[in-house]
């Protein structure tokens, strides 16, 4: 079956350093999103690729980075960790060009320390 | 700019008890999604409706596009329906595909 996995499920970095969150999906969804999840706020976008070499920013971009080399990946940077971006990210994916429904990773939990 | 208002924040209900939980949007859509998340759990998609009523199970979703207005409905509710449940536009005349989320509601249905 198809699917969208995450790597790590949790992770705990230290304040400064560089984190990169996977995403992996076998939909062959042109659309990759990633989200993060706070309390009080909902899920919010950080960046999104509607397909290879074509990346976005999103409403909560600064301090990191997305790249699309292929159909099937979108690697989350966290280019120097800090406090406030400890959260839950989601990745999702979709299909291009017509409402259809979101497929989400389990979400990796981060920690920055 | 776009916002999504769920109500209630939380919500509390016995065992069979019928429930709704609402959903109002301020822009337009191409469909509106309602997704479960368990707590520690990943993110389901539950429904996307653009326009009268789904059904699945013991869920019912609507919606009123004249009224900007969802509602999801569970009936002979059960404590495994305990979940954070989120609405989402998905607005896809402007981010193709990008959803704009409510701050969910979570549920606890108690035995």
């Known amino acids: 079956d198809a699917e969208i996995t995450q790597s790590p499920r949790h992770k705990i970095t230290e304040t400064g350093r560089q984190v990169t969150l996977a995403c992996h999906q076998t939909w062959n969804h042109n659309n990759m999103f990633w989200y993060r999840q706070d309390l009080g706020h909902g899920l919010r976008l950080i960046h999104y690729s509607y397909g290879v070499q074509d990346t976005n920013k999103g409403e909560v971009s600064d301090g990191y980075s997305v790249s699309r080399s292929n159909t099937e990946d979108l690697p989350l940077t966290l280019e120097s960790a800090a406090s406030s971006q400890t959260s839950v990210y989601f990745c999702?994916?979709?299909?291009?060009?017509?409402?259809?429904?979101?497929?989400f990773g389990q979400g990796t939990r981060l920690t920055v320390v | 700019k776009n916002e999504v208002e769920q109500s209630p924040q939380n919500l509390t209900a016995q065992e069979g008890e019928f429930i709704t939980i609402n959903c109002s949007y301020s822009?337009?859509?191409?469909?509106l999604h309602w997704l479960q998340q368990h707590p520690g759990g990943g993110i389901v998609s539950l429904f996307m409706?653009?326009?009268g009523k789904k059904k699945h199970g013991r869920l019912i979703a609507t919606i009123n596009i004249q009224e900007k207005h969802s509602s999801l409905h569970i009936t002979a509710s059960h404590p495994r329906d305990s979940a954070v449940y989120i609405c989402a536009d998905g607005n896809y005349g402007g981010s193709q595909g990008n959803l704009i989320f409510g701050k969910g509601t979570k549920l606890s249905v108690k035995p």
């Open positions: 999702a994916s979709s299909e291009v060009g017509r409402p259809t429904e979101a497929f």
């Open positions: 409706l653009s326009s």
């Open positions: 822009v337009g859509i191409s469909a």
